[in-house]
C-alpha cells in the first residue's frame, strides 16, 4: 500500500490498512444487507456489481480496447479473451435456458435472456456504439470502472452517456415505430434446436479467435504480464496472504482470467433473474432525473415486448440493473485502492474533455437503440444464442474502426 | 525532450510516444512522464519496436517516467518484451 498516498491507517491483524479501504468494505456490506432485507435479488445483483468492477478493474479487461487494440496495432489478446469468455458463458447459460425452455421449438424464449431484434436499430446502435467507445477511451462498463479508478475522462463520458440515453429514450418511439415492431427476436434453439445452436455459436467463437491469432501474428507481438515468483507458503496464514497478494498486488491478472470470471458472473446473474447489463439502469436513473423537470420518456415504447438491458418502467430507483451498475463502480473503486492503484487522473489536453463527451453520447444513444451495451448486447447476447449479439458485435466492429481513424487525426 | 501524458489512458500514451520517437532528433532522449499503469508495457514496446532502450522509474505514488533512449546495439525484440513485461510487473506490484 502507498504510504503517502494513503496516510490515514487502521492496523488490522497482520496489515495496516487504510481507512478507505474499510470505509468501502463497511459499505459494500452495509448496501449489500439493506438491499437484501428489501428484495433478495436487488441485493444479489448489488454483490453482482461489486464483483463486476472488481474483475474489471483487477483485470483491465477494456471491451473498447478488444476491438480498438486490434484494429490499431494488430494486437488481439483482449479480443481473444473475450472470445473465449463468450464461450464459457455460452455453455453456462444455454444449460440454464435448456432448463427454462425444454422445447425451443415451441417459440417460446427464455425468459430474462438477451434476445434483441434483429433490426437496424441494432446494426445502427452497434455502428454508433463503437465509434462512441473508441472517442471516449472505453465502453459504458468501462467507463464505470475507470469512474471508480479515479479517471476524470471517464467522469465526462459518463455525463455524455447519460445525454445519450435521454435523447435515445425521447427518440425511440420512431425506431420501434418503423423499425423495431417490425423485426424478429431471433432466438438460434427456436430455429435449429439446443445443441446445434450451442455447437454453432462454439464453431463460431472458435473460428475468430483463430483468425484473430492469424492477424495477430502479422505484426509483432505485445509485451505479457509476467507472474512474479512467489514465496514458498508453509502456514496456513502464508497461503492466505498469497491468495490475497495474487489477487490484489501482483499487478494485474490476465485478461483470460477476468474474462472467464465474467463469464460465470454473467451465468450466475441469469439464474436468479437476467445475464449482466448496465445501461438499462443508468438509463432508468436518467430518466428519473428528466421526469423531475417533465422531460422524461419512459416507459419505451413497446418495454413489455423488449428482451436486453432495458430500463424498465421508470417508477423505481432500486432495480437489478441499477444495483449492477452502482456496484460496479462502488467495487472498482474498492479493488483500486486495496491495489494502490486509485488516484485522480485528469487529462493534460483540452480535446479529451469534448472528445470524451461526444463519444459518451455517441455511446448512450446506441446503447438505447440496441437495448444495451458491450456488456447487455453483446456479452450476454451471443451466450443467450441470440443472433442480435452477432449483429451488435458486428457493428461494434464497423464503429469502433471509424473510430480509429478519427482518433489517429486527433491531436 | 518531455511528453506528458498524464490523464491520458490508452492508446494516447503509446501513440503519443510513438509520433514523438519518430520525430525525435538524433542526439536527444524522450521522457514519457504517465499515470497509466498499462503505458508501463505497451510505451516501451513502441520504443522497442524503434530501436529505442526504456527505463521506468517511479516518480510519484502511481506516476512514473519511462526514459526512452537509442540502444546502441540492434535491439532484440523477444529479450525486449521479457524485460518490459518484467519491469512492469515489479513496478506495479511493489507497494
Known amino acids: ?46 454483490f453482482i456489481g461489486v464483483a463486476f468492477g472488481v474483475i474489471l478493474q483487477r483485470s483491465r479487461l477494456c471491451f473498447a480496447g478488444a476491438f480498438r487494440d486490434l484494429i490499431m496495432g494488430g494486437d488481439g489478446r483482449l479480443l481473444r479473451a473475450i472470445l473465449v469468455g463468450l464461450a464459457v458463458a455460452t455453455v453456462g447459460m444455454s444449460f440454464l435456458m435448456a432448463r427454462f425452455v425444454p422445447d425451443p421449438s415451441f417459440g417460446t424464449l427464455p425468459p430474462g435472456a438477451h434476445i434483441q431484434t434483429v433490426s437496424f436499430a441494432t446494426v445502427v446502435g452497434g455502428v454508433v456504439f463503437g465509434i462512441g467507445m473508441v472517442l471516449a477511451g472505453g465502453c459504458v462498463s468501462g467507463t464505470l470502472w475507470r469512474m471508480g479508478e479515479g479517471y476524470l475522462n471517464s467522469w465526462v463520458a459518463m455525463v455524455g452517456i447519460l445525454g445519450g440515453l435521454w435523447a435515445g429514450t425521447k427518440t425511440w418511439s ?50 505479457e504480464p509476467v507472474a512474479k515468483p512467489t514465496t514458498p507458503a508453509f502456514t496456513v496464514r502464508d497461503h492466505v496472504g498469497l491468495a490475497w497478494s495474487r489477487a490484489f498486488r501482483g499487478g494485474a491478472w490476465s485478461y483470460l482470467t477476468g474474462a472467464v470470471c465474467l463469464a460465470i458472473l454473467g451465468t450466475f446473474a441469469y439464474n436468479i433473474q437476467a445475464p449482466l447489463g448496465v445501461t438499462g439502469g443508468l438509463g432508468l436513473w436518467t430518466d428519473q432525473v428528466a421526469s423531475a423537470f417533465h422531460a422524461g420518456g419512459l416507459p419505451l415504447k413497446g418495454a413489455d415486448q423488449l428482451a436486453g438491458c432495458t430500463a424498465g418502467g421508470g417508477a423505481n ?78 457493428a461494434l466492429f464497423a464503429g469502433a474502426f471509424v473510430g480509429v481513424q478519427i482518433i489517429r487525426r486527433l491531436p | 525532450m518531455e511528453l506528458d501524458v498524464r490523464g491520458e489512458m490508452c492508446p494516447y500514451p503509446a501513440m503519443k510516444a510513438k509520433e514523438a520517437l519518430k520525430k525525435l532528433p538524433a542526439t536527444e532522449r524522450l521522457d514519457v512522464i504517465t499515470d497509466h499503469a498499462p ?43 521479457a524485460a518490459i513485461a518484467a519491469r512492469a510487473a515489479e513496478l506495479t506490484s511493489e507497494r
Do not use: N
Open chain 2, 39 to 81: 503505458a508501463l508495457s505497451t510505451v516501451p514496446w513502441e520504443g522497442a519496436k524503434l530501436g529505442f532502450a526504456a527505463d521506468v522509474q517511479p516518480l510519484a505514488p502511481g506516476e512514473w517516467r519511462i526514459r526512452l533512449e537509442r540502444a546502441e546495439a540492434a535491439v532484440d525484440q523477444r529479450k525486449a518484451l
Open chain 1, 317 to 394: 430507483w432500486l432495480t437489478i440493473r441499477t444495483m449492477t451498475m452502482s456496484g460496479l463502480v462502488l467495487g472498482a473503486f474498492t479493488a483500486s485502492v486495496v491495489a494502490g492503484e486509485f488516484k485522480i487522473r485528469f487529462p493534460r489536453r483540452a480535446i479529451r474533455y469534448p472528445q470524451a463527451l461526444a463519444g459518451g453520447a455517441l455511446m448512450g444513444y446506441g446503447a438505447l437503440l440496441a437495448v444495451g451495451c458491450t456488456i447487455g448486447a453483446f456479452f450476454s447476447s451471443i451466450p443467450s444464442l441470440a443472433v442480435s449479439g452477432w449483429l451488435f458485435g458486428i
Open chain 1, 1 to 46: 500500500m502507498q504510504a503517502g498516498a494513503l496516510p490515514r491507517t487502521v492496523r488490522l491483524p497482520g496489515a495496516r490498512v487504510p481507512f478507505t479501504v474499510v470505509g468501502a468494505f463497511i459499505a459494500i456490506a452495509a448496501f449489500g444487507v439493506y438491499f437484501t432485507s428489501q428484495d433478495f435479488k436487488l441485493g444479489a445483483y448489488w
Open chain 1, 174 to 223: 420512431w425506431w420501434w415505430d418503423h423499425d423495431v415492431s417490425k423485426r424478429e427476436a431471433t432466438w438460434l434453439p427456436a430455429k435449429l434446436g439446443m445443441l446445434p445452436s450451442i455447437a454453432l455459436v462454439l464453431a463460431a467463437l472458435g473460428a475468430i479467435y483463430v483468425a484473430v491469432l492469424w492477424w495477430e501474428l502479422r505484426s509483432p507481438q505485445m509485451p
